[in-house]
């Protein structure tokens, strides 16, 4: 399967703590991204970090890219209550299909 | 600019029937795509369109499943009949450009077949 796995599926913490999850991949890629569900919503990009970048910054949002281990996290600092939601990682193999996994649900309590 | 917009937001309709999903992309975007999610699973792709051409339906499930985007700019999605395992939330997605350009989904369309 091509599809992405996130891990963990579920992570709770307390506002003000660092969140990370984790993606893994099987196939090759040329870049991957990281979105946002909010319960209800569509999903929304958050970052995009190429095949031969290895780490890429925006705002509280910090990833990482090993392709030799074809794997992603995503690092959330200083967690809000705002930052509750669905994180999806997704990426390209090849063509414009973007391939999605399970997702994390993140709960960050007040 | 107007998002992404999907219609209905929600569908219960029963097996045997069919159910039309329509998705307005963004202006301009040339690309369109369809997901779907079921069980709280992975978001599965369904197929991509530019424009009007339907440019990869790998994904469709079967044939009971028609996708079309008159005249390039919005698009249905019909499942003709529907069955129990069609359940879960269809979304839609849009973009312009390159390859990586970031995706912009609609809120999808929650089907329920019973």
């Known amino acids: 399967s091509q599809q992405g796995e996130e891990d963990p599926q579920a992570l709770s913490i307390q506002e003000g703590e660092n969140a990370t999850m984790n993606c893994s991949y099987k196939t090759s890629i040329n870049n991957l991204q990281w979105y946002r569900q909010n319960s209800g919503r569509g999903l929304v990009h958050l970052i995009l970090?190429?095949?031969?970048?290895r780490e890429k910054h925006s705002g509280r949002l910090r990833v990482t890219l090993d392709t030799s281990k074809k794997s992603s996290s995503l690092l959330i600092t200083a967690s809000r209550a705002a930052d509750t939601a669905s994180y999806f990682c997704?990426?390209?193999?090849?063509?414009?299909?973007?391939?999605f996994g399970a997702g994390t649900r993140l709960f960050v309590k007040a | 600019e107007a998002g992404v917009t999907q219609f209905p937001s929600h569908s219960v309709i029963e097996k045997g029937q069919t159910v039309t999903l329509r998705c307005d992309p963004i202006?301009?975007?040339?690309?369109l795509y369809w997901y779907r999610r079921v069980m709280g699973k992975e978001i599965k792709f369904l197929l991509h369109f530019v424009k009007e051409s339907k440019q990869d339906e790998s994904g469709m499930p079967n044939n009971r499943f028609l996708a079309e985007r008159t005249g390039g700019t919005y698009s249905t999605l019909k499942v003709q009949p529907a069955e129990l395992e069609d359940s879960g939330v269809y979304f839609c997605?849009?973009?312009?450009?390159?390859?990586?350009?970031?995706?912009?989904f609609g809120n999808g369309t929650r089907l329920t077949v019973t």
């Open positions: 202006s301009g975007h040339d690309n």
């Open positions: 970090i190429r095949s031969n970048e």
């Open positions: 997704a990426f390209h193999t090849g063509g414009f299909k973007t391939i």
């Open positions: 997605a849009s973009s312009q450009g390159q390859i990586s350009s970031p995706l912009h």
